[in-house]
């Protein structure tokens, strides 16, 4: 726990907090093709990495085993041409239960106009507003920025009330579950006590 808790006081002290926290906006509007693959986020934390290699399973395998369910993750990959052509590669690291988009060269560049670079984890609440935007080094997933930030997008309103988020929690304290939030369950009161 105090691990957990110094990581996150860490994270705080950078500057900016080590994110580039961005007023806890909705995301731009950006499509795969036809599909806005935020459209349909509401009500699931989402994890968009912008990535050319990956070892996201193993995070995400991690935190559903921690009792963190109903997590998003999206994974685009590079528009260039290198990448375009690993694209069957990266698809192949990953679970089929994480979407990996492989851009179209013909349209506007995702990770512009998320304002993103190789390797960022770009986190959503429940509410599809960006929590946060951990760029290199606080991406490296031997770290623990990225799962620390996944969590506090799960069960804290960092950007304001989410009605989303008091469902899910109030599931797991309801189970049960003992789960890596308890010290947020029981720091926190529900609203319904």
Known sequence: MWAGLGLVLALCLLPGGGTEIQNCKEPPEWYIGEENPML???GSVTVVA?????REKDLRVKLENE???NISYVIVNHQ??????????LKESVSDSITVYQQDEQQADV????????????????????????????????FR??????K???CENKCGNCSYTVFSCLILYILGKETVFDR???????PYD
């Open 40 to 42: 349909n986020s509401r």
């Open 50 to 54: 912008l990535l050319q290699s990956c």
């Open 67 to 69: 009792g963190l369910v």
């Open 80 to 89: 260039g041409t290198y990448s375009q052509r690993k694209f069957h590669l």
């Open 111 to 142: 990770w512009t106009t998320l304002n993103g670079n190789k390797d960022d984890f770009l986190i959503y609440d429940r509410c599809g507003r960006l929590v946060y935007h951990l760029g290199l080094p606080y991406s490296f997933l031997s």
């Open 145 to 150: 920025y990225v799962e620390e930030s996944i």
């Open 152 to 154: 506090i997008a799960y």
């Open 184 to 190: 947020y369950l029981k720091k926190k009161p529900f």
